[in-house]
């Protein structure tokens, strides 16, 4: 028996389908899993327990406008879910309203208030608001649950530097590395506060033991150098600055430093080669300009040091070490009225000195950069956790089928920004069963009823390609309905040999054929014959749109209610640039059939052509939800 039919057998089935979406989440079919909440809405609107899973399975999809439309629609339904207020909380931070998020994990906690994981969070997010004191409280409550938590000793002292108590800090990690001795990232943490305390000995025995421990961190090589650095040992630090690069071969910091090492030591065309490298890779950080202009002028690159120099006084217009090496390039080209300028600058503002410094204006740091902490190895705080929300590890004892091609985090996987296609008619589809779109109409079922086709006719956008058999098969078709058109010809004989020229992909003679069999159609065929004509007509070179679109208006003259024709027109606007017509058609479309994926899709795509994101979102959101996969990918690169 079907799991969506039987309206009277909905208790059974409503269990049976959600026992089977959330294994579905289990196994990370998020798109699957949302096909079958959608049935369970369907059935039984009132339940709160299908829009919060739906809601889990959209943010792991990274839909999170979409998931916190479930989420509400959850709460709204039972307000009593601590898993509920959770997910929604953790879309809120991942929206950066961290105030909400607060205030959900609050409600959780109050329902929950065991709950080690929303304490944690609302620690995290308290310390993001910077509301220190309120983190550490938290904090402090887990520890007296769980002293011996090196995570959570951990945790207090990240929360510490951030408040910028070092020294607490310090003591934390100390207690974090007294349970737990074979953690990397406690080890690192406590090399990096200590270097930050300028415990230069302390700090270089902790980084080693985090590097010994198997450390993938590049930080913990970075810093470790940087102490080499400090301490003049530069074969040290190259080969941790080496160390570094392998590691992290897209982070600036290691080759600005090992930049400056080299530098020190009076290999400046490898220096400028680092500094180089390390500005390509953050552009933005003029500062990194600065170290590159004192190893140009070793170079005699004057020009360049000028155009290095002039990027960091726009940035950074009282930093005076800009000016005066300007100054002293300028001078070595022999322009002595452009080096007095940058001399005179500085010496105006170290005039004002006092003042600048009231000001507390921006400087930039242009020494050594030290590495932060190697982050945990899992970072409950930026995970969303299914088991969590659900408040169970057990999953149900179900059979599922999974699509590779629609299994796991979708987002990830890219598509093109391009229109769903036309949808027509034809003898062959490829499986669009995860979609929610209402491929039928009724004078296309009484066609197939009366059984004058060949085989039963399907709306689709995604035809199966032919074997050299199917190809054969059809032009033999050809030939016997040509024979009969000879004898007795008909509309139906006319639109069946249309559909056969279709199928091997000659539209002229098809369009032909439709066109004959038209002037002879009855009231039922001829809507039927236009839309066809229609949409083969766009597969056709320089063909009149106004053509196309005649017929597509023929067949809402005679069906006001042929969704299809409507949606089709929508994409020939769209392709025409007419946005606002298309707009309004594919809202026609939905106005027939509130579930029509395609026209979600392709409406959204409209809307974030002309600039409204926020519709776009939202129609791409539910595109997903009715099963367009590929929608999901885009929600993650256009918001």
């Not at 979609?435 to 039963?456: D, F, G, I, M």
């Not at 809202?587 to 776009?616: C, H, M, P, Q």
């Amino acid at each position: 028996m079907s799991l969506f039919l039987a309206p009277a057998k909905a208790q059974l089935n409503t269990e049976r389908i959600t026992a089977i979406g959330r294994n579905a989440l289990y196994f990370e079919d998020y798109v699957l899993s949302i096909q079958y909440f959608n049935q369970v809405i369907r059935l039984k609107p009132y339940l709160s327990e299908p829009y919060f899973y739906r809601a889990i399975a959209k943010i792991q999809l990274e839909d999170y406008q979409g998931a916190l439309r479930d989420c509400n629609a959850a709460i709204e339904r039972n307000p009593f879910s601590p898993g509920c207020y959770y997910a929604r909380g953790y879309i809120y931070r991942q929206l950066n309203e961290l105030e909400k998020a607060e205030e959900d994990y609050t409600q959780a906690l109050i329902f929950s208030p065991e709950n080690h994981t929303y304490l944690l969070l609302r620690a995290d997010t308290r310390a993001q608001r910077k509301q220190y004191e309120a983190a550490l409280d938290d904090i402090d409550q887990l520890l007296r649950r769980e002293p011996h938590s090196a995570s959570t000793w951990s945790e207090k002292g990240h929360v510490c530097i951030l408040k910028g108590d070092t020294l607490v800090a310090l003591e934390a990690f100390e207690q974090a590395a007294k349970y737990d001795k074979t953690n990397p990232a406690i080890w690192s943490a406590l090399g990096v506060t200590n270097l930050m305390l300028n415990k230069e000995d302390e700090a270089y025995v902790q980084l080693t033991q985090a590097i010994n421990l198997g450390s993938k961190w590049a930080g913990d090589y970075i810093n470790r150098g940087v102490i080499h650095y400090r301490r003049h040992n530069y074969r040290g630090a190259l080969s941790d600055y080496n160390s570094a690069v392998k590691i992290a071969p897209r982070d600036a910091d290691c080759y600005y430093n090992r930049g400056i090492m080299r530098q020190e030591v009076g290999d400046y065309n490898k220096a400028l080669e680092d500094f180089n490298t390390a500005i390509s890779l953050a552009p933005e950080r003029t500062e990194l300009r600065y170290q590159r202009g004192l190893v140009l002028m070793q170079l005699k690159q004057w020009n360049e040091v000028v155009v290095d120099m002039d990027s960091m006084i726009a940035r950074y217009p009282y930093f005076l070490p800009s000016y005066y090496l300007a100054a002293q390039a300028k001078t070595q080209q022999g322009n002595q009225v452009a080096a007095y300028k940058y001399r005179q600058k500085a010496h105006d503002l170290e005039a004002k000195k006092e003042a600048i410094q009231a000001q507390q204006a921006a400087q930039p740091k242009t020494d050594m950069l030290i590495a932060n902490a190697q982050p945990q190895k899992k970072d409950r705080r930026k995970e969303f956790s299914t088991s969590t929300a659900q408040n169970q590890t057990d999953i149900p004892d179900e059979e599922q089928k999974y699509d590779s091609q629609t299994r796991g985090q979708v987002q990830r996987k890219y598509q093109d920004v391009v229109n769903e296609p036309n949808i027509g008619l034809s003898y062959y589809s490829q499986d669009l069963s995860l979609r929610r779109t209402n491929y039928y109409h009724p004078l296309v079922e009484a066609l197939n009823k009366q059984e004058a086709l060949p085989a039963a006719l399907q709306f689709t956008n995604q035809e199966l390609a032919l074997t050299a058999e199917m190809v054969d098969f059809h032009f033999a078709e050809i030939n016997r309905l040509s024979a009969l058109i000879d004898e007795a010809p008909s509309a139906i004989l006319y639109f069946t040999r249309a559909m056969e020229f279709a199928i091997i992909k000659d539209f002229a003679s098809a369009v032909d054929d439709c066109t004959k069999a038209v002037v002879i159609a009855d009231a039922n065929l001829e809507p039927i014959i236009c839309f066809c004509r229609a949409n083969w007509r766009c597969h056709m070179e320089e063909i009149d749109r106004e053509l196309i679109l005649r017929d597509y208006n023929q067949v809402l003259t005679l069906q006001p209610n042929f969704s299809f024709a409507y949606y089709n027109k929508a994409n020939i606007l769209c392709s025409q640039r007419d946005y606002t017509e298309a707009i309004r058609f594919y809202s026609l479309a939905l106005d027939k059939d509130a579930d029509f994926a395609e026209s979600y899709f392709n409406r959204g795509l409209t809307y974030i052509y002309i600039g409204e994101n926020e519709k776009g979102l939202a129609d791409l959101s539910k595109a997903g939800e009715l099963g367009i996969y590929q929608a999901y990918n885009l929600i993650t690169r256009f918001k």
